[in-house]
C-alpha cells in the first residue's frame, strides 16, 4: 500500500483498470486500485473511540463518524459530539465532516458548520458540531453514525493585493442574483 498522497489526476488506465469491462475480477481490481492509491492517515483510537470510522459502501466518498456518547438534541439544539479519534492527516489534505442526509431529512440533523474542517496540523479529539433543527428531539446512541469524513486535497493558495480586478458579467451580483430559474 503507498503511504503517500493519492493522485486525482491518475487516470483508470494507470491503475489497471479497463473502462467498459465489468466482470467482478474488473469491479475488484478497481476497486483494489483505488485503495492502492488511498490517503493514509494515522489515527489514535481514545479510550471511548467506537472504532476506525468505514465506508458505508465500497464507492463511498466519506467515511462514517460514530458518535462515542449518547447524545439527546432537544429542537434547536446544538451539541459537540467526541468521537474518540485522533488523526494525523497528511499535509496538503483537510477532513471535511459533513452531514448525513438520511439524519438530515428524517430529523432535521445536520452538521452546523458544514462542513467542518480538520486542519494537516490539528492533533486533538475529532468533535462534530451537530444542530438538530427539527421539530422533535433527536437521540444518538454511543455508536450512531452521525456525520462523515471527507479527505479532500487543499490548494495552497497565496493571495496578492492588486488595485483593480479584471471585470465580469456577473460583476457584484451575489445571494440569488442569478434566480431560481
Avoid at 465500497?58 to 485522533?86: F, K, Y
Wanted: net charge negative.
Amino acid at each position: 500500500m503507498t503511504t503517500g498522497p493519492c493522485d486525482p489526476s491518475t487516470s483508470p488506465a494507470q491503475t489497471g483498470s479497463r473502462a467498459g469491462h465489468d466482470s467482478p475480477d474488473s469491479q475488484t481490481s478497481e476497486v483494489d486500485a483505488v485503495q492502492d492509491r488511498a490517503v493514509v492517515v494515522p489515527v489514535v483510537l481514545l479510550a471511548h473511540a467506537i472504532g476506525l470510522p468505514e465506508r458505508g459502501s465500497a464507492h463511498a466518498a466519506g467515511l462514517d463518524l460514530r458518535a462515542a456518547a449518547d447524545v439527546e438534541l432537544a429542537p434547536r439544539a446544538r451539541a459537540l459530539v467526541p468521537t474518540g479519534l485522533v488523526l494525523a492527516i497528511p499535509e496538503g489534505w483537510e477532513g471535511q465532516v459533513r452531514p448525513r442526509s438520511g439524519l438530515a431529512l428524517k430529523h432535521g440533523l445536520t452538521v452546523l458548520n458544514a462542513p467542518g474542517t480538520i486542519d494537516a496540523d490539528f492533533r486533538g479529539e475529532v468533535r462534530v458540531l451537530l444542530v438538530n433543527l427539527g421539530d422533535e428531539t433527536v437521540h444518538l446512541a454511543r455508536g450512531d453514525r452521525m456525520a462523515q469524513l471527507v479527505l479532500a486535497p487543499v490548494a495552497n493558495a497565496r493571495l496578492v493585493a492588486v488595485p483593480s480586478l479584471v471585470a465580469t458579467a456577473r460583476g457584484e451580483g451575489g445571494f440569488g442574483s442569478s434566480g431560481l430559474r
